[in-house]
Structure formats: C-alpha cells, structure tokens
C-alpha cells in the first residue's frame, strides 16, 4: 500500500508546484487605459521602414465596386481565462470594377488572413471598451487592408467594416 501512495503523491506535489510556478510568473495583463502598441507580448517588432509603412487606400479616380464577403466574422473575447462577448463582423473589399472575382476566387485565404487579424485585435483589447473608437477602427482597418493586399495585391483598393456588433456573454 506504502509503495502506491508516495508515487501518487509525488506526482499532485508535483502538479502543484507546476501550477504554483505557472501562476506566478505569468505576464502581467495589460491596464484599462494601456496603449494597444504597448501590449504586444513579444515587445515591438523588428522591422524596415517600408515594411512599418501603413498601406493606404488607392484612390485610382476610377470607378470601383464592392465585393462583400458572405459570411460575417465571428471573434471571441476573451479576458482573463473567460469568454466574455461575441464580435460579428461583416467586411467588403473595395476593387476596381470587374475584379470583384479575383477576391471571390481567393476568398477562403482572404477570410483566414482576415481572421487572424480580428482574433489577434480581439487579444490585444481592441474589442473591449469603447471599440468603435476611431483609433482602434483604424488599427484594425489598417491591419484587415494590410491582411487582403497580401493576398489580391494591389487588386484590393480599401477594405471596409460594414457592420460591427458585439454580443456580451
């Protein structure tokens, strides 16, 4: 009986200390008011000029049109360990005119792309708060334009949030 009970209890002493050490040394959460820059967890980026530079919109003085992706987005937030609300969000993309099949045709890479940039803001607290504040809309449009040029080129003109809505769990 002996020879069952110290290997049991060597391996929830060690689980112990495992969770202790986890939970003392993890990353302090960011503040309330914190800068969103400033709560990268890898520290800011390495990177060039041109690669820092923001893309803009293309103003072609032609005429465009509008592809609207299908689906609309749905992004969890989360702070701390618990979900706290939904994001839906539907977006377009600006094209000039006869291209809309150039995004429908990449539009499963687009919506990952796309995708990865809603979860990463969602992580970065741009969803809590006032989220439809204008600095932290342009981050995000900043980062969907961004997102959609390295997939259609320059096909992409502007990228649009049409409808953005956030559900509290």
Known sequence: MKK?????AMVIIGAGAGAGAAFFTRPPLPEAGADLAET???GPAQTTVAENADPQP???GQDSEFAV????FIVPVIEGE???????????IEVPTGQTNDIYDREP???????Q?????????????NYTENSKMQILRTDLLRSARDIVGETALDVLVLDIIKQDV
């Open 4 to 8: 069952l009970i110290i290997p049991f």
């Open 40 to 42: 990268d967890p890898c």
């Open 82 to 92: 618990a979900l706290t609300a939904m994001m839906l969000v539907s977006i377009s």
């Open 58 to 60: 293309i103003e072609t």
């Open 109 to 115: 890479r687009l919506r990952d792309s796309m995708l």
């Open 69 to 72: 992706l299908g689906k609309q």
């Open 117 to 129: 940039d809603l979860f990463a803001h969602a992580n970065i607290g741009g969803f809590s708060g």
